[in-house]
């Protein structure tokens, strides 16, 4: 774990998101959780050395979030919509893609039950545990369900999804006006560390390269959707963004697949399709 302050741990040099802790005068809050079960474990034993762990804090709906929560016996709060998909995520499916990260990973998904979060929020909800005050914020953008959490006293920011540093954007479900109105908000706020959902700890001038980087991936498809390609075309052959950052940790030779998925879901939201239906 790297030390961030006096009182913030996080880890972004293993697959998945970014995931930190917060101590606290009374106990230890976690953000996010490991995507790996063996990362999981021994992030619980890390944990252990400094309090009992009293709350986990799900920023965004998507695996590699909150998979690890299952080895913490503490409430989880989140978006009401990441309860919503996680309930609704086949497990089986999930499960077998985890169990593929590493010969530990097996042994450790046996009798797997996800840790569900039992205290949501529309929104915004505000966490006070001890001297400390965590600002949840609902911020769509990267999912509909993203959250930023703000540690006021520590003057940090988990972005969540909504910054990628310097890594590649996963765009696969994004309403990238949303998000680009989400960089806005973040740009607003007196905290001035941002822990990302990827890539390396920034601050807020990585917002603009951010945000001009969605807008050149919006422009890079609707070119397309102008010169009449149809959708299995232009996600078979627009590649042009594969190297313009590198894929985070664990992801290499990935890039292929998170440009066709980022090319599919921005071509039905230029076109108003799929899950960007308008009608």
Known sequence: MQQLTSKVFINTQVKGCNF???TTSDGVVMIDSPHKPSDAMRLKAEIAKYGQLRYIINTEPHGDHWTGNAYFDVPVIAHEGVRTRILNTDMSQHLARVAAFGP???????GYTPNLPVLTFQEGLTLRVGDHTFQMIHMPGHTLYQAAILIKEEGVVFTSDNIFYKVQTFIQEANPDQWLAALESLRRLDEGIFVPGHGAVCDQGYLDEQGEYILEWKAYVQ?????GMAKEDAVETLTAMTDRYPMDVGLEGQ??????MNVANLYDYLTGAGMHRRD
């Open 104 to 110: 530990d990973e097996p042994r450790l998904l046996e």
């Open 20 to 22: 930190g802790f917060v």
């Open 223 to 227: 070119k397309a959707i102008d010169q």
């Open 255 to 260: 890039a292929p697949r998170v440009m066709r």
